[in-house]
């Protein structure tokens, strides 16, 4: 399946490409659009958009659009919820919600300037996330949950 976002990643943006592609189809070709063309090619190319004003899979209230994934495509995961908490407060700019927040938010900054090209910079943050999920999820052994 055809998936659409605004160019110029960042963390939602790095972020829900990793989850769709780890989790939710792993056939995803992920496009990059300038944002007022993301729905005209979304439309000729039939992807979902993602990450746009307006869309299903978007901000709502407090939550960006990695949590709106989550809930439509019934995600249960609770490791995922977590990532989840932690690309909420770095893309919404709450980072005092959670202490990983800021970095992450560091790290898709850095990423930005090093990797201008979207399709590169998914490529070298996916490595990231990976990371985090992993380290999240042995958090989560190590505490009894």
Not at 25 to 35: K, R, S
């Amino acid at each position: 399946m055809k998936w659409i976002t605004r160019s110029h990643v960042h963390v939602d943006r790095v972020a829900c490409p990793w989850l769709i592609e780890r989790f939710v189809d792993n056939q995803a070709e992920i496009l990059f659009a300038a944002d007022s063309l993301v729905e005209k090619i979304g439309r000729e190319e039939n992807a979902i958009p993602f990450d746009i004003e307006d869309a299903e899979l978007g901000h709502h209230g407090d939550d960006c659009t990695f949590r709106a994934i989550l809930k439509k495509y019934e995600l249960t995961d609770p490791v995922l919820h977590k990532l989840g908490d932690i690309v909420n407060a770095a893309d919404t700019g709450d980072l005092k919600a959670h202490p990983y927040a800021a970095g992450l938010e560091a790290i898709a900054r850095g990423f930005s300037l090093m990797y201008p090209d979207d399709n590169e910079n998914l490529e070298w943050q996916f490595p990231v996330y990976d990371a985090l999920y992993a380290a999240l999820k042995c958090e989560g052994r190590n505490s009894g949950k």
